[in-house]
């Protein structure tokens, strides 16, 4: 069983802060979407922990770090940063999970480590690319708008603020509209163009803002399901991402490591 993702973690930090190889942004700023210097700092990092850690019997999964003490709410200026084993991360990103896949994409000057295994990495982002993806996409759309509607909630996150100002939450809002466009791009191209581009990116701001209704919106996030739906049966993505390719990157990436590092 993987450790639990305990917050700052000392003996997670000593293994992840050396042996970092990508951090990036991965939140509201990287999609330009950040509504008055309002939204915390979401990083997203990847490593490649020690051997002792892939063999013997204390594994490291991710090491969690906020500004914040567990279970309080970040706000404006803080940090939320979670760097992944590159093996539990490469698991993710075959999931096609899309908060992890957005570090494949995050452009260069948004990352504050770039090792040459993370370059590689992200040079090589086709082999995550697959339909697989688009279906993380459609359901994280999905429990977004849930989320949004009341249907589903959320541990540790209430905006009272929001709904007292805009009669719902702006910023579950903004997510479903921008998981649509994202999945439609996604599944088009096997890319993702960050900041989002015009003019979603404006759209999205306005529904943040309180400048598009709860109508429209949800009237929107249909479409935009509808039209995530009809991509997944005509994209021309592969139906699966290439595990093989990732196995025998992970494999020499992790022996090149550990190989420099003792040397």
């Known amino acids: 069983m993987e450790p639990l993702p305990n917050v700052d973690n000392p003996e997670h930090r000593a293994i992840a802060e050396p042996n970092t190889v990508l951090l990036g942004l991965v939140g509201s700023t990287v999609h330009g979407v950040t509504v008055d210097s309002a939204d915390d700092r979401d990083e997203m990092g990847i490593c490649i922990e020690p051997p002792e850690y892939v063999a013997g019997l204390r594994p490291f999964a991710q090491w969690v770090f906020r500004t914040q003490p567990e279970g309080a709410r970040s706000g404006p200026g803080d940090i939320d940063r979670t760097v992944y084993s590159m093996r539990k991360w490469c698991r993710l990103a075959l ?11 995050t452009p260069d000057e948004h990352c504050s480590i770039l090792e040459q295994a993370g370059r590689d990495l992200r040079a090589n982002k086709h082999w995550f690319a697959s339909r697989r993806a688009g279906r993380a996409y459609l359901g994280y759309m999905e429990r977004q708008r849930d989320r949004m509607t009341g249907k589903r909630g959320q541990m540790r996150v209430n905006r009272p603020e929001l709904i007292e100002q805009y009669g719902f939450d702006t910023k579950y809002a903004g997510h479903v509209l921008r998981l649509g466009y994202q999945g ?8 993702l163009t960050l900041p989002l581009p015009e003019p979603q990116r404006e759209r999205v701001l306005d529904v943040r803002t309180g400048r598009v209704s709860f109508v429209d919106v949800l009237a929107e996030a249909d479409d935009l399901r509808d039209r995530l739906e009809a991509l997944l049966e005509t994209s021309a993505l592969p139906d699966q991402p290439d595990h093989d390719a990732v196995n025998g990157f992970l494999a020499d990436t992790y022996r090149a490591w550990w190989s420099s590092r003792s040397a």
């Open 95 to 105: 999931s096609g999970n899309p908060t992890v896949m957005l570090l494949l994409h």
């Open 184 to 191: 439609i791009e996604f599944l088009e191209s096997g890319e």
